[in-house]
């Protein structure tokens, strides 16, 4: 039997939510320093984001062809899911570092030098 504390809680217990508390607390991160550990929740976040994104939008397609809903997220949250992961994966093996580029072009987005080149060629308001 494991010993408990004054209130009756299992001690063990207790020593696991504080150190579940210490780990998932972003701000104990940030104090130190940490920007591996800050950017790896920030993209495990973004995966998440889009793997409920895609959900959703297959949910209405699987309801549609009489497939059960879960199975119908699952698959397509799985699938966008791997696709980032993958081109992630793929842009840390060319040079052992991930950059904010690679990482907006692993989640859709475009990087710094096309973003640039569509800025200079929008023709602003006042001159049409």
């Known amino acids: ?5 004054s ?8 020593r696991c939510q504080i150190l579940l508390k210490e780990v998932c607390d972003v701000r104990h991160y940030e104090e130190r320093g940490s ?3 800050k ?6 976040g973004r995966v ?3 793997f409920g994104s ?8 699987g309801a549609v062809f009489g497939v ?3 199975k119908s997220a699952a698959i397509a949250g799985v699938m966008a899911a791997a696709k980032v992961t993958e081109s992630l994966l793929k842009s840390y093996a ?4 991930l950059d904010k580029d690679e990482i907006s072009m692993a989640f859709g987005g475009e990087n710094s030098m096309t973003a640039a080149k569509k800025a200079r060629k929008r023709v602003p308001a006042s001159e049409v």
Not at 1 to 5: F, I, L, S, W
Not at 7 to 14: P, T, V
Not at 54 to 61: D, E, K, R, Y
Not at 94 to 97: H, L, M, N, S
């Open 1 to 5: 039997m494991r010993p408990r504390d």
């Open 7 to 14: 209130a009756g809680n299992d001690s063990h217990s207790r």
């Open 35 to 37: 920007s591996i550990v």
């Open 39 to 44: 950017t790896f929740l920030s993209l495990l």
């Open 48 to 50: 998440g984001a889009v």
């Open 54 to 61: 895609s959900a959703l939008a297959a949910v209405a397609g």
């Open 68 to 70: 059960e809903l879960w």
């Open 94 to 97: 060319d040079d052992g570092v």
